[in-house]
């Protein structure tokens, strides 16, 4: 959960939460906490891993894989943000490698990954040429992701 999402379950302010989650440096004492604000903090529940509607944040690494995987499959992005729900910019910041992402946008990637990856675009309605260029896109960021030096 991220430091927001706890801050709106306890009803404390996100600063608050960002101090307490703050690890203190080497020479400087712990702050106490208040024990209100502790009770606050310790009584939120944990959300299941695989709840779908999840709060927080992940890395963005799997999620861009696997949109990848779709684009060189042929899925344009503007099929793929339609299936989502979001924006098609929101796909392809994801597919470049966002650093992080909500679970709950990763969670459904990864099921619309498994619905489809193995599926024919032109099946669904995806005009052949958008297919074309999905895979001709998804080659020329794979040529230029490897060309870099690293």
Excluded: C, F, K
């Amino acid at each position: 959960m991220s430091a927001q999402d706890i801050a709106d379950r306890a009803g404390l302010s996100v600063t608050l939460i960002r101090r307490v989650l703050r690890t203190p440096t080497q020479g400087t004492t712990v702050r106490n906490i208040a024990r209100t604000t502790a009770d606050a903090i310790l009584g939120i529940p944990l959300p299941h891993r695989r709840t779908p509607d999840a709060p927080g944040l992940t890395d963005s690494a799997e999620a861009s894989r696997l949109l990848a995987d779709l684009a060189r499959a042929g899925w344009p992005a503007t099929t793929l943000a339609l299936r989502l729900g979001v924006n098609a910019r929101t796909i392809a910041e994801v597919r470049d490698r966002r650093p992080r992402l909500h679970l709950d946008l990763a969670l459904r990637i990864r099921r619309l990954h498994r619905d489809l990856i193995g599926r024919d675009p032109a099946s669904y309605g995806i005009h052949p040429a958008d297919s074309a260029r999905s895979r001709a896109a998804a080659d020329r960021r794979t040529t230029a992701t490897a060309a870099l030096p690293g």
